[in-house]
């Protein structure tokens, strides 16, 4: 049984900043923490994007070096606060595709799971580039992937959601070729499960005949009323991230509050 940890939206910045006077430096160090102590066995932690929240070098250091303590192996992808090229500085050893997209393949025994860049970028013109593609060679080299995994179940990693979620302002940065991606997804008929973040709240469901899930960010949350008009709002929640586990009949998947997770249970 693969077993998967998922991070995403972890918004790193310089040394002495916060967000809405959080600390996303120490909110990910208490989460790579909770992992070393509680998952060492996992056969990886996939990052999803949004790693930085200005896309500067000095966030992309400071992640680094926390990252670098995780013991399971680490893969990575960008999300929209991201800038590709300075990830790629500072992260030299991630795998991108033959045209430079943090895409990779990651083969285990009993799935394949596919890593997608939907960063709408170069030029990084906000906020039309907040929202998410997979341009016409990012699907083509996806188109290959699954084409390679045809009888294999595949499990999707993507920072935006293709489909609609219910928040108006997140839903109108969302992947903006929604009905390309899952044309070309329900060709294959491999795709046993998407996971995606850019939400910053926990969100379950199907679209299309797929599973979906979508992740907390360790960080600040989305705020619950589905009309918020304005997709940077943000509240302090609690800080979380996804676990997944690939059965012989499907795909499992957990969140984990690991600020106020308790393990030492009582009986009632």
């Not at 939907?118 to 906020?127: I, K």
């Not at 929202?131 to 080299?141: I, Y």
Request: charge should be negative; aromatic fraction near 8%; proline fraction near 6%.
């Amino acid at each position: 049984m693969t077993k998967l940890i998922i991070f995403t939206d972890l918004h790193m910045v310089p040394e002495g900043t916060t967000i809405i006077g959080l600390d996303p430096y120490q909110r990910l160090a208490n989460g790579i923490a909770h992992v070393n102590r509680y998952h060492s066995d996992a056969d990886r932690v996939i990052f999803m994007g949004d790693l930085t929240h200005h896309g500067d070098r000095p966030s992309y250091e400071r992640l680094k070096q926390l990252i670098d303590q995780l013991q399971p192996s680490v893969a990575i992808t960008v999300g929209n606060h991201d800038r590709r090229e300075v990830f790629l500085e500072v992260f030299s050893g991630t795998p991108t595709d033959e045209n430079g997209f943090v895409q990779q393949v990651i083969d285990f025994a009993d799935c394949r799971a596919i890593l997608l860049d939907t960063l709408f970028a170069p030029p990084y013109d906000y906020p039309t580039s907040h929202a998410g593609v997979l341009c016409a060679r990012r699907l083509a080299w996806l188109d290959r992937q699954l084409a390679e995994a045809a009888g294999k179940p595949v499990l999707l990693f993507m920072h935006h959601p293709p489909h609609r979620t219910g928040f108006t302002a997140i839903d109108m940065i969302r992947l903006v070729n929604e009905s390309e991606f899952y044309d070309l997804v329900k060709r294959h008929g491999n795709v046993r499960h998407i996971f995606a973040g850019h939400v910053h709240r926990t969100i379950s469901g199907s679209c299309r005949g797929i599973p979906f899930s979508v992740f907390k960010s360790p960080v600040h949350q989305q705020p619950m009323p589905f009309d918020t008009p304005d997709a940077s709002l943000s509240v302090d929640e609690p800080a979380a991230y996804g676990i997944a586990v690939v059965t012989g009949d499907g795909v499992l998947v957990h969140t984990e509050d690991y600020e106020i997770a308790h393990r030492d249970a009582a009986i009632a």
